[in-house]
């Protein structure tokens, strides 16, 4: 009982000073303290509020889309820091998705009714494209298949075999995905990488190449690769930011 009075005490007293530094009076009403963060702060419950009352909602997520080829260092050294980090600290506010295939070429064989794949570091690439993009089809959720995708660029080595380790590390059923990679499935779902690929706008001429909510600009490639979280963060618009979004003062 004597802890629960203090606390009201200490919120009365917090909200009273509050109100005198923001010039907003904490309502007496509790069911109105959540209702904007300047009256949270007033009443000095804002950490509850963001707890409890103000979640995030699905729709007010970031999108954040890489284009990239499965053996370019570049493309790696991107995705194992950048991608990774932002990953780990924000993943709730941020759709990410990957397109494998880059710079890639493709030419439709009407005789096996099969596309060809013709990729910047040769077959070993086109083979490493076709298993990300299993991996993607065979575990759609980015908390599956980020660290699967993470550990295949961290090593560089045959890529069946990292494949088939990365696979063992991170909870995915390399037969499944192998099922997908000899499949006309797995070719369609390329195929389809490769048609997004090439109608970016503005054209893809490089990679990694990033979108943030669809749109790619300079400012925005510099911005992703050098600190891709604070991007993130300056562009959400959500509910109830990650701390990790919140500017250090
Ligand atoms: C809150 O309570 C005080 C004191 O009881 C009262 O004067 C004030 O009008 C109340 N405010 C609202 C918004 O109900
Ligand atoms: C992000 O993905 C989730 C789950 O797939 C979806 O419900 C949500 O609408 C997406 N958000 C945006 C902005 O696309
Ligand atoms: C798999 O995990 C083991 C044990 O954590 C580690 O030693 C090994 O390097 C990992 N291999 C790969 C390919 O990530
Ligand atoms: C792979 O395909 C074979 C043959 O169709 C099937 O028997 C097997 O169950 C599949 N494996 C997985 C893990 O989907
Ligand atoms: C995010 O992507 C989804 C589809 O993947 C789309 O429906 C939604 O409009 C996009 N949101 C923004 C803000 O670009
Ligand atoms: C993306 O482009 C649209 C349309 O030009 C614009 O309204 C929006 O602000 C842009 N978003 C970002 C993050 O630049």
Not at 89 to 100: C, R, Y
Not at 113 to 140: M, V
Not at 194 to 201: V, Y
Request: proline share 4%.
């Amino acid at each position: 009982m004597h802890s629960i009075c203090f606390l009201i005490l200490v919120i009365y007293t917090v909200s009273v000073l509050a109100a005198n530094v923001f010039g907003i009076q904490c309502p007496n009403s509790s069911a109105d303290w959540c209702k904007t963060k300047e009256i949270a702060t007033s009443c000095g419950v804002t950490k509850q509020c963001a707890s409890f009352v103000w979640k995030r909602n699905d729709n007010d997520r970031v999108n954040f889309t890489i284009y990239y080829e499965s053996l370019c260092a570049d493309c790696r050294q991107f995705i194992i820091t950048q991608v990774w980090f932002a990953f780990q600290a924000i993943s709730d506010i941020v759709n990410l998705t990957f397109i494998p295939y880059g710079n890639a070429h493709e030419i439709y064989r009407p005789e096996t009714q099969l596309y060809q794949f013709y990729c910047q570091h040769g077959p070993d690439e086109c083979y490493g494209n076709l298993i990300h993009t299993c991996a993607i089809a065979s575990y759609p959720e980015t908390q599956q298949h980020m660290p699967f995708i993470y550990c295949m660029d961290s090593i560089v080595d045959d890529v069946e075999k990292v494949a088939r380790q990365c696979a063992q590390n991170t909870s995915i059923d390399f037969e499944k995905v192998a099922n997908c990679t000899n499949s006309r499935m797995g070719n369609q779902l390329q195929h389809v990488y490769a048609t997004q690929t090439e109608h970016t706008k503005p054209t893809q001429s490089f990679v990694p190449w990033v979108t943030l909510n669809g749109n790619h600009t300079e400012e925005i490639q510099n911005l992703a690769e050098t600190d891709l979280i604070a991007l993130i963060c300056d562009t959400y618009k959500g509910a109830n930011p990650p701390a990790r979004c919140k500017k250090i003062l």
